[in-house]
């Protein structure tokens, strides 16, 4: 499983873009990237996932450069309600035993 | 998407008493998990729950501490034998759904709150 490094926290104001990066340089061919957001006393939800290149759903974007060795979470014009802990997952998933597993997370607190 | 109702939401407890959690799931699913978080910490993986065969723990876990059932495709229990303050963490359970041509999601519990005094 390939490990992920993101920033401990983060912080924007309300109507900004945020943009999260995970790294992940021993990233495997198979491996896609997942991310998922946690709000307190709640379970992750899955925002977006992808293999390469852009995916865009209408929560986020998913940017993957071409070597795959990072990848960035895009959140437009983020509200106070988008305060929340955001995890970057890598890994086979179909393939691992189909198992999560969570690195230490990005706490984005966005500021009115 | 499947939705996954867990309980007790929270509890407190004595210590070296024990606690069992569950975790219904609105769909049938072959693989569920149980992760703890401590506060403030991302999710550990305790172990993998599938129907029809024995839990598989990740390192760090044993099934004396944390014996888990799984007696149908929808529902999983996970207890918290002999307990101690450091088992005061939150415990979540996740399930597998949809298939490979759909694209396998993961829908998670909404946790449950253990405090051991």
């Known amino acids: 499983l390939a490990k992920t490094t993101q920033p401990i926290s983060m912080d924007s104001y309300e109507g900004q873009e945020v943009n999260i990066t995970c790294s992940h340089n021993n990233i495997a061919t198979n491996d896609y990237i997942t991310w998922y957001q946690q709000f307190p006393s709640q379970g992750p939800r899955f925002i977006i996932q992808?293999?390469?290149t852009k995916v865009t759903n209408e929560v986020a974007s998913l940017f993957i450069p071409a070597d795959r060795k990072s990848s960035t979470l895009s959140l437009p014009r983020v509200s106070l309600s988008d305060t929340a802990v955001y995890y970057c997952?890598?890994?086979?998933?179909?393939?691992?035993?189909?198992?999560?597993?969570f690195g230490q997370g990005t706490e984005l607190s966005v500021k009115p | 998407s499947a939705v996954i109702s867990q309980k007790p939401s929270r509890d407190i407890c004595q210590r070296g008493t024990s606690l069992t959690i569950q975790c219904q799931v609105d769909?049938?699913?072959?693989?569920m998990f149980w992760y703890r978080q401590q506060p403030g910490q991302s999710l550990t993986l305790i172990a993998t729950a599938n129907q029809g065969s024995e839990a598989t723990y990740e390192s760090g876990f044993v099934i004396d501490k944390f014996p888990i059932s799984r007696p149908n495709l929808t529902f999983s229990t996970l207890t918290v034998s002999n307990m101690s303050p450091e088992d005061s963490s939150i415990y979540l359970c996740?399930?597998?759904?949809?298939?490979?041509?759909?694209?396998?999601?993961?829908?998670f519990g909404s946790g449950t709150r253990l405090t051991v005094v």
């Open positions: 992808g293999y390469k």
């Open positions: 996740s399930a597998r759904v949809g298939t490979e041509k759909s694209n396998y999601g993961y829908t």
């Open positions: 769909s049938q699913v072959t693989m």
């Open positions: 997952l890598v890994g086979d998933l179909y393939n691992q035993g189909g198992k999560l597993i």
